[in-house]
């Protein structure tokens, strides 16, 4: 099993920065990709920015120049750091982890609980 804990969201004012973070634990052969999902309220979770391994990192063009995507491996823990933040940003972000586990089988995908972002304007 792998568990996520995410952290970093809160209150900040437009234009303000936040760095949310996501710790994974458990045991866990290999990461594919690794991703930031934005959710507003009665709107679906849309991908806020991924890395993937061995490629790269993709953003959403709203968030390109602000937002970037960071990972430390002796950590086990991904980062977003949002920059110039925006009341649209608001909303809840979770993070997601696609892997293949120590005792094989098909890669799984397992989320955060999600940690709520709002930006007063």
């Known amino acids: 099993q792998v568990q996520l804990v995410e952290s970093g969201g809160g209150l900040v004012q437009a234009g303000g920065s936040l760095k949310l973070s996501c710790a994974a634990s458990?045991?866990?052969?290999?990461?594919?990709?690794m991703t930031w999902y934005h959710q507003r309220p009665r709107d679906q979770r849309e991908i806020v920015a991924s890395?993937?391994?061995?490629?790269?990192?993709t953003y959403r063009d709203s968030v390109k120049g602000r937002f970037t995507i960071s990972r430390d491996d002796a950590k086990n823990t991904l980062y977003l750091q949002m920059d110039n933040l925006q009341p649209e940003d608001t909303g809840i972000y979770y993070c997601?982890?696609?892997?293949?586990?120590?005792?094989?089988?098909?890669?799984?995908?397992?989320w955060g609980q999600g940690t709520q972002v709002t930006v007063s304007s």
């Open positions: 997601s982890f696609n892997v293949r586990l120590e005792t094989g089988g098909p890669a799984l995908t397992y």
């Open positions: 458990g045991s866990f052969a290999t990461v594919n990709f």
């Open positions: 890395m993937i391994s061995g490629t790269g990192t």
